[in-house]
Nanobody, 125 residues
Framework: QVQLVESGGGLVQAGGSLRLSCAASGRTFSSYAMGWFRQAPGKEREFVAVISWRGGSTYYADAAKGRFAISRDNAKNTVYLQMNSLKPEDTAVYYC??????????????????WGQGTQVTVSS
């Protein structure tokens, strides 16, 4: 069964940190760029970060730059999102996604063909 399973979400105070994990199974995810997205209540899903198939390139949304770090361990078929200096506006359901491309540059949301179920991140003020 091809699937992505996120974990690591929770409730944290502003200024705190969380590390999200996304465990992939069912296909060779190491061949594809992987991304993180988030969706806050009443808002559209938005891009957070993406990493190329070997981890050599990463790109971030402006809101994530300098605070979040995406990484991957292909031996474990797992992608991570380290989130530091969290703010209440980071509160959202966070989703990981597998793309159909290897490289992260110029990738868009239509290039992702598999999504996880999401993990809730709540940042209190």
């Amino acid at each position: 069964q091809v699937q992505l399973v996120e974990s690591g979400g929770g409730l944290v105070q502003a200024g705190g940190s969380l590390r999200l994990s996304c465990a992939a199974s069912g296909r060779t995810f190491s061949s594809y760029a992987m991304g993180w997205f988030r969706q806050a209540p009443g808002k559209e899903r938005e891009f957070v970060a993406v990493i190329s198939w070997r981890g050599g390139s990463t790109y971030y949304a402006d809101a994530a730059k300098g605070r979040f770090a995406i990484s991957r361990d292909n031996a474990k078929n797992t992608v991570y999102l380290q989130m530091n200096s969290l703010k209440p506006e980071d509160t959202a359901v966070y989703y990981c996604a597998s793309s159909t491309k290897r490289f992260a540059a110029k990738i868009n949301v239509d290039d992702y063909d598999l999504w996880g179920q999401g993990t809730q991140v709540t940042v209190s003020s």
